[in-house]
């Protein structure tokens, strides 16, 4: 209903999209690893009894290798002791090196050769050539040098399944969010204890204090704080009453509510925010796809390259050097850090951004979100709170504004009008007074008896229909609460026929608090320029921007503008050379946010599955935008860190590998190339944990 002459409720809310939720298996692409998943073994678990195991039957491998035995100047005989390397390295090669020789089938079945084919064929000619030592082919002590290598993969590969599986718990973290069981209302009115699952939309359920809600639904009774911040990011608890929309999995801190269900299943938030996550962990960026063009071509080149060094170590003369530079090549040249290098980060900069209320919902999204030089606020909603509260009250004969406002209150109560609740929230608690004969005059305003005497609360319409006029100083007033946009509603004593106008107020929509401070760390981030846009009026966009601190000449404000004809505004700006981030409430605004270099829907909460989005704000809180920003560049720059120390590790690595420096005495063997390798794969994931440092939300929150 639009009474009052025009005042109404604008705001939309974003919308929710379906989707099945993910399940708590999903797993996180994996560059270089021939696609593998646990259901062939390769999960931090199974890596961590073969790792085990093999370094149990290593260590009597390496005790009994004759090599070993003249470098430390021990020796070792017993009977048998000929069989411990051929038994036991076997063994080894069977068990411990089996993950690597599947994954290289699947490599090569794919034409996708990668880290998994490197290792498998560097333990593979490691193992025929102990093999042909037994029967005299060579003379090569090579079963040690095989059971540390598959060891030592095993434990790099371990650790790198681990890490990413502790990022990837960011899915699980949130599924284990909600209860298991609720308390629905049966017919009876009493609460009897359902499933979660068997819930439907309608069920009212009741949440205890500390207790947890679950599933997204509707306040009807009770008020209560609740922790949002799984959802939101914000760790304050949040007061929620009668009326209010809550989420599933927040908890009521203090007091007990009832709730109607309105979504269930995968049509939750909290499901929504794990198809946000999921997607975002296993998206690939452009660093991703070099990663992977880098792997395969560094299987040829390596390839090439121990050919290569075995002919010319042959040709020298030396057939067991050639094998041993051969397999050292193969061995260094195995690309872990590399296929650790950006799933790692990827996963980890999704997780640390959804612990803080950030959905990367597109991994390029966020890649570009580094080089943005123009952020767009929507108005209403990002930058305004999108509800309207009472910011001026005056009166006829200079009496109490607060006794005026507890009036209009006492009018207004029964209203459902956002307007009315203003006004109602305005009101002094221990000055509200109650109203009684409530009447909507449609189109117009309210009138209702406060204290036996007969008010009404409306527009200019209703001024018009009772021939009423405000005074001159209450319209000078009014004309200056207009110029900046405010609706003004007045306040009249009825006498029969006769109204008199006893005080006006000014409604305004709230420019958030912490608007002001989003747009001073975006400047602090380098952002060049703020941008506003809008449907209201002008001189409305005009006094937010002054409020908000808009810079003359730099920023910019665009008013009067169509929800249709937001995209062609992004289009004007990308065409002067800007990149743009639009952030909106992902509903009127679906085409800007497509058409913007970023797409962020802010102030998502319950909808979180907004397609036209490349990121997602669960909370309102525009300060987060810098806050991806912040992601963006340091997650960014782990990526590169990254590939820059697997490739320049390769780089200088294969040549030694080759024995270019032999006649100097510098050699690497097998075992030390993959005790090398595995230390490379150790500094690259710890170079990616340090992004659990980057501050997402300002100090102050």
């Known amino acids: 209903m639009n009474r009052h002459g025009g005042r109404g409720d604008h705001r939309s809310g974003p919308s929710g999209r379906g989707g099945r939720p993910p399940q708590a298996g999903i797993r996180v692409g994996h560059a270089g690893h021939g696609g593998h998943d646990k259901h062939a073994g390769h999960d931090p678990e199974a890596f961590r009894r073969k790792f085990w195991l093999s370094l149990v039957l290593t260590v009597p491998i390496v005790v009994t290798s004759q090599m070993v035995m003249d470098w430390f100047g021990y020796q070792l005989d017993f009977t048998g002791i000929g069989w411990v390397g051929p038994v036991l390295g076997t063994v080894v090669f069977a068990y411990g090196g089996w993950p690597f ?18 290792i498998a064929m560097a333990i593979a000619v490691a193992y025929v050539a102990s093999l042909a030592t037994e029967v005299g082919a060579f003379d090569l002590d090579f079963w040690w040098e095989l059971a540390a290598l598959v060891t030592i993969m095993l434990l790099g590969h371990w650790q790198e399944m681990k890490a990413i599986g502790q990022a990837q718990g960011a899915l699980s973290a949130l599924a284990a969010l909600l209860p298991d069981d609720a308390e629905r209302f049966g017919p009876a009115g009493q609460p009897e204890q359902v499933h979660v699952g068997d819930l439907d939309v309608g069920d009212v359920v009741l949440v205890r204090p500390g207790g947890r809600v679950p599933a997204d639904g509707r306040i009807i009774d009770g008020r209560t704080e609740l922790d949002e911040s799984m959802i939101t990011g914000e760790s304050r608890p949040v ?65 090439a390259t121990a050919v290569v060094t075995l002919l010319v170590w042959t040709v020298l003369g030396n057939l067991d050097e050639a094998v041993v530079r051969a397999v050292t ?37 966020l890649e570009r979100m580094r080089t943005v030089d123009t952020v767009l606020f929507d108005k209403t909603g990002t930058l305004t709170r999108g509800e309207h509260a009472v910011t001026g009250v005056a009166t006829v004969d200079g009496s109490s504004e607060a006794d005026a406002l507890a009036i209009a209150a006492a009018v207004e109560a029964d209203s459902e009008h956002p307007l009315a609740r203003a006004i109602v929230a305005a009101a002094e608690p221990g000055a509200r007074r109650v109203g009684s004969g409530f009447r909507s005059l449609t189109g117009r305003g309210v009138r209702a008896d406060v204290d036996g005497v007969s008010y009404a609360v409306g527009g200019p319409a209703l001024l018009r229909e009772l021939h009423a006029t405000a005074p001159h100083n209450l ?105 743009v981030a639009m952030v909106g409430d992902g509903v009127n605004d679906a085409p800007a946010l497509a058409r913007a270099d970023v797409g962020i829907a802010i102030g998502a909460g319950t ?55 032999a006649f100097a005495g510098v050699t690497l063997s097998p075992a030390v190339g993959a005790v090398l390798m595995s230390a490379s794969t150790i500094v690259v994931a710890l170079n990616a944990q340090l992004l659990r440092r980057v501050h997402l939300r300002p100090a102050s929150q």
């Open 475 to 579: 319209r000078r007033q009014q004309d200056e609460w207009s110029g900046r946009g405010a609706a003004v509603l007045h306040l009249l004593r009825l006498h029969g026929d006769q109204a008199s106008v006893i005080a006006a107020l000014a409604l305004e929509d709230q420019v958030r608090p912490e608007a002001r401070q989003a747009l001073t760390e975006l400047r602090q981030q380098g952002v060049r320029k703020i941008v506003m846009i809008t449907g209201d009026a002008r001189p409305v966009a005009e006094a937010v921007a002054a409020d908000l601190g808009f810079r003359p000449g730099e920023d910019e404000v665009f008013a009067e503008v169509l929800p249709t004809d937001k995209d062609d505004t992004v289009a004007q700006l990308q065409k002067r050379g800007l990149r």
């Open 101 to 118: 020789l599947q994954g290289a089938v699947r490599e090569a079945r794919d034409w996708a050769p990668g880290m998994m084919l490197l």
């Open 329 to 365: 090549v193969l061995v260094i040249a195995c690309p872990h850090a590399l296929g650790l290098a950006i799933p790692l980060v990827i996963a980890l900069s999704t997780a640390v951004a959804a612990k803080g209320g950030i959905l990367v919902k597109d991994r390029l999204a």
């Open 607 to 661: 909808d979180v599955a907004i397609e036209s989005a490349g990121v997602v704000l669960a909370s309102s809180d525009p300060r987060a935008v810098a806050g991806v920003i912040r992601l963006s560049r340091a997650s960014y720059r782990k990526m590169i860190q990254n590939l820059a120390w697997a490739a320049g590790y390769n780089v200088i690595a294969l040549p030694l590998a080759a024995g270019v420096l």
């Open 239 to 303: 007061p929620r009453e009668v009326g209010d929309r809550v989420v599933a999995g927040t908890v009521a801190t203090d007091a007990a509510i009832r709730v109607r269900v309105e979504a269930v299943g995968e049509d939750t938030a909290l499901a929504g925010i794990q198809r946000l996550v999921a997607q975002a962990q296993q998206s690939n960026g452009r660093a991703q796809v070099l990663a992977d063009r880098f792997a395969a071509w560094l299987f040829y080149i390596a390839t």
